[in-house]
């Protein structure tokens, strides 16, 4: 069994659901609205944890109602949150979603996400330690993501950075992750002198820039390569990107080879977005190899 450690936001997720995205001062009369569990770091570990995943989150959340949510909706599904604090006089993170015209806008509040230090982070070491592969998001502290960066390189542990929502990155976590998992706006941001095609090439099996229902791109050393993604319905595309990086941690983990990841990942993301919410239509690990013997 794959063991995973994923530190990063947890939140719940406001979704209203809408025919139109209302525009600037505009008002328009909604369809829904959906509470429901979300955060990039905890969307990340539910998927995990779905796919066969031995998952312990480290994080930070607010004692409030949203707070009991979160911790309850981990221990759900079976998400190890012995290094998940809950902490005193500042509220859970939230996400509000419009979700219209068959895709989404979001607002992130991070709140108790961006009080993650790298203290809390340091009683996790034997955990971090024992993984096969940390994952980290940009929802928390970049002084957090640094500590987890320099810890992943001095011990020899892999480490997936997924660079969303985008901001500016060292260069030294960049040059230090594994695996770096932006779509091609972020790709764009992370290496703002490098075509695409240039920045893919000077980062063979470490860069995958993925593209939707298109699939994903990296470089093998010696072309670019494209695994191409799956054509579904789409209800709901928030959480798919999510699940990619959680599926990509799990395969790679356990010893698939980088293209088999990168498939077995692009199932998952496709199976993602066919319900309702960011870990609604998250799929369990009998799904995604349902779905890929059909190929």
Known sequence: MAKIVVIGSASIDLTVISDKRPLAGETVIGKELVL????KGANQAVAAARLGAEVVFVGAIGKDSYGNEIVNNFNRNQVNTQYLHQLDNIASGTAHIILAEDDNSIVVIPAANMQLTPAMIDEALAVIHNADIVMVQQEIPISVIEHVS????????KLLLNPAPIREIPSKIISEASYITPNEHEAAALFPSLSLGAALARNPHKLIVTQGKDGALYHDGKQQILIAGFQISVVDTTGAGDTFNAAFAVAIAEGKS?????????????LSVQKLGAQGGMPYRNEVEKMLSYE
């Open 150 to 157: 320099k810890i992943c390189h001095d011990l020899g542990v």
């Open 36 to 39: 429901s569990p979300g955060g």
């Open 258 to 270: 980088f293209d088999e990841s990168i498939r077995f990942a692009n199932a998952a993301a496709a």
